[in-house]
């Protein structure tokens, strides 16, 4: 479940930089009734502005969460190997 949550995380943030990097963010103009210069196109715009406004709300709203939980998977699950690697030491040192 964990690196679901990484992968998750991972992802949404892969795709919110590349969408930032390919110029989407002027689109963001679209969403208050202006085209970006040099488009022509609304329905194209418009496109464009809901793809990044989906992406950047679900990063801004999943991102972070999802890492934070599968970092605190991990650390439960390391501090269980830790308590059974414990428990077995004291084990085998008894007999």
Do not use: I, N
Not at 57 to 69: K, Y
Request: charged residues 20%.
């Amino acid at each position: 479940m964990k690196k679901l949550f990484a992968l998750s995380s991972l992802a949404l943030t892969v795709t919110w930089l590349v969408l930032r990097a390919t110029g989407f963010v002027r689109y963001a103009s679209v969403l208050s009734g202006t085209l970006p210069e040099g488009e022509t196109s609304l329905a194209t715009g418009t496109d464009r502005a809901v793809v990044l406004l989906v992406v950047h709300v679900a990063f801004v709203l999943l991102a972070a969460p999802l890492a934070l939980s599968a970092a605190c998977l991990h650390a439960l699950e390391a501090r269980d190997r830790r308590a059974a690697q414990a428990k077995r030491a004291a084990r085998d040192s008894g007999t």
